[in-house]
C-alpha cells in the first residue's frame, strides 16, 4: 500500500468521476454505481454493505476497521475525505483560484501535527440560524422556548439536530450511549454551538480502533431505537451518519490530542476541474 511521508488518505465517493482520475489518494467506491478495478470496494469480508443507504461513508469505516486496520503500523496517519470535501494545505489558504486545484490538497503529514496524534476538521458555527427556517423547522423547539429566537446561548447542537434531523432524536440516541460518555455527551450537545463536520479525520491506529469501537456499538444500539423503516428522505434516511457525526466532535476532543485543520469544498462533478 502505497504510504507515502506517512500519511494515506482515503477519498469515498459514489459516483466515478473525472476529477479523481490522477489524484494522490486511495479512492473507495459505496453505494450502487460500478467501479473501476482501482476502487476500494467495502462489499467483501466483514461488512455493513447492506446498510449503505443509511450509513454513508460510515460503510467503508466499518470494513477497514474490521479487514484492513490492523495491517497498519502503529506510527502511520490514515486519514479520510468525501467526494466533495478535501484536506488542503495550510499554505494554499490565501489561493481561491481554481487553477490546479489538486495540487493545493494535503497529501503529506506537516510538522504542525507532529504534538498532536488526531486532526478534525474546523468546526462550524450553529448561531443565527435563519428565522424562517427556525419557524418552519424548529416549532417544536419554540413551543417549548421561544427564547430560542433570540438568545444564541440556544442555538445548540441539540435545536439544529432536531430542526434538520427529526425533534428528539439525538436525546433518543443518547440514551443509549455508553455510561463513560451518556453525560458529557448530552451536555455537549446542549450546550455547544459548533461541531467538526463531514465525518472526516486523520489520526493513528491505535486512536481509530477505539473511535470505530465506540462509535459503532453506540450506532448498533441506536437501530435499536429507530431501526430503518421510517428513515426516508435527505433528513432522516442517513441519521446514522449524522449521529456520528455530532459524536465526533466530542469523541476526538476527549480521548486524543486534536488539532483542527482547514479543508475545501470542491465541486467534483463539473466537467472543468
Known amino acids: 500500500m502505497n504510504l507515502n511521508n506517512n500519511l494515506q488518505i482515503f477519498c469515498i465517493t459514489n459516483k466515478k468521476l473525472k476529477f479523481f482520475d490522477n489524484i494522490n489518494y486511495s479512492m473507495v467506491g459505496v453505494g450502487k454505481d460500478k467501479f473501476p478495478d482501482n476502487y476500494i470496494k467495502c462489499n467483501t469480508k466483514e461488512n455493513i454493505f447492506y446498510k449503505e443507504e443509511y450509513y454513508s461513508e460510515l460503510t467503508f469505516h466499518y470494513w477497514f476497521w474490521k479487514n484492513k486496520l490492523s495491517e497498519y503500523d502503529k506510527d502511520c496517519w490514515i486519514g479520510f475525505c468525501q467526494k466533495r470535501r478535501f484536506w488542503m494545505q495550510k499554505k494554499n489558504l490565501s489561493d481561491h483560484s481554481k487553477n490546479d486545484v489538486k495540487s493545493k490538497l494535503l497529501y503529506s503529514a506537516p510538522d504542525e501535527w507532529k504534538n498532536y496524534n488526531s486532526v478534525i476538521c474546523e468546526p462550524i458555527e450553529l448561531i443565527n440560524p435563519k428565522f424562517m427556517k427556525m419557524i418552519k423547522r424548529g416549532w417544536k423547539n419554540l413551543l417549548k422556548d421561544p427564547s430560542i429566537l433570540f438568545n444564541q446561548k440556544k442555538q445548540t447542537i441539540k435545536l439544529h439536530f432536531d430542526m434538520f434531523h427529526g425533534y428528539g432524536k439525538i436525546d433518543k440516541a443518547i440514551d443509549v450511549m455508553n455510561e463513560k460518555d451518556k ?66 466532535s466530542f469523541w476526538f476532543k476527549k480521548y486524543s490530542n486534536s488539532i483542527e485543520w482547514p479543508y475545501i469544498f470542491i465541486d467534483t462533478e463539473k466537467d472543468n476541474l
Open 183 to 248: 453525560d458529557e455527551f448530552r451536555k455537549f450537545v446542549h450546550y455547544s454551538a459548533a461541531f467538526n463536520p463531514h465525518i472526516m479525520f486523520i489520526s493513528k491506529p491505535d486512536i481509530l480502533n477505539k473511535w470505530f469501537s465506540d462509535v459503532f456499538s453506540w450506532l448498533e444500539r441506536c437501530e435499536e431505537v429507530f431501526g430503518f423503516k421510517n428513515l426516508k428522505g435527505y433528513d432522516t434516511q442517513r441519521l446514522y451518519a449524522y449521529l456520528s457525526e455530532r459524536y465526533l
